[in-house]
């Protein structure tokens, strides 16, 4: 089994930054793909960015230049650096994690098909 906690949602002024963490537990070499998505109030989700775990990275066309998202392997740990945040980043963001595929091939989308999920953590923009 795998568990995703996630952590470091806060709020936060516009045009500022923000990094959340998610740390993995468990079958962590199982692994082979994790990503980021967000939900706003009243909104669907969406995929913002996913990462294999030989560190090839893909983000959301809509986010391109304002986020990164990143792994360190040894502490188990996938981060989102968000950079210029607009109140509309106002979101509970949630990571990700799927041990069924063999890559992500860069296919943010299919974020949605990730069979491990954590909780959440809010971050609220504000003007």
């Known amino acids: 089994q795998v568990q995703l906690v996630e952590s470091g949602g806060d709020s936060v002024q516009a045009g500022g930054s923000l990094r959340v963490s998610c740390t993995v537990y468990?079958?962590?070499?199982?692994?082979?793909?994790m990503g980021w998505s967000r939900q706003a109030p009243g909104k669907e989700r969406g995929g913002l960015a996913v990462?294999?775990?030989?560190?090839?990275?893909a983000v959301a066309d809509s986010m391109k230049g304002r986020l990164t998202i990143s792994q360190d392997n040894a502490k188990n740990t996938l981060y989102l650096q968000m950079n210029s945040l607009k109140p509309e980043d106002t979101a509970m963001y949630y990571c990700?994690?799927?041990?069924?595929?063999?890559?992500?091939?860069?296919?943010?989308?299919?974020?949605?098909?990730?069979?491990?999920w954590g909780q959440g953590t809010q971050v609220t923009v504000s003007s």
């Open positions: 990700a994690a799927d041990s069924r595929r063999d890559y992500c091939g860069g296919n943010v989308p299919a974020i949605y098909n990730y069979n491990y």
């Open positions: 468990g079958y962590t070499y199982s692994i082979s793909c």
């Open positions: 990462i294999d775990s030989d560190g090839a990275t």
